[in-house]
């Protein structure tokens, strides 16, 4: 098993930035791509963003593309989200998923095997 935790989230004005941590544990020599994907009250929970195992394969939803960076430290365990220029619509539970299968990098949730718990993002206009 792998367990995810995430840290960083928190109350933020709009234009402000935050970074999101999310530590891995467990049987981490198991997990390939790492990802983020938000849920908005109310709404389904959506892509954000996806990075491979060495890190030189991103990918991003169209509404954070330039604002978000995704980045990983595999000697950490860890996978990071830097949020700048932040929006009200950005606000959010943010979940930290990783993926088991080498190879591919998933942009759809039910592809991730593990999730942690997630951690609340608020940005007020």
């Known amino acids: 098993q792998v367990q995810l935790v995430e840290s960083g989230g928190g109350l933020v004005l709009a234009g402000g930035s935050l970074r999101l941590s999310c530590a891995a544990s467990?049987?981490?020599?198991?997990?390939?791509?790492m990802g983020w994907f938000r849920q908005a009250p109310g709404k389904e929970r959506e892509f954000v963003t996806a990075?491979?195992?060495?890190?030189?394969?991103?990918y991003y939803a169209d509404s954070v593309k330039g604002r978000f960076t995704i980045s990983r430290d595999n000697a950490k365990n860890t996978v990071f989200l830097q949020m700048n220029s932040l929006k009200p619509e950005d606000t959010a539970v943010y979940y930290c998923?990783?993926?088991?299968?080498?190879?591919?990098?998933?942009?759809?949730?039910?592809?991730?095997?593990?999730w942690g718990q997630g951690t609340q993002v608020t940005v007020s206009s």
């Open positions: 467990g049987r981490t020599f198991s997990i390939d791509a």
């Open positions: 990075i491979n195992w060495s890190g030189h394969i991103t």
């Open positions: 998923a990783a993926h088991s299968g080498f190879g591919t990098v998933p942009r759809v949730r039910d592809e991730y095997d593990y």
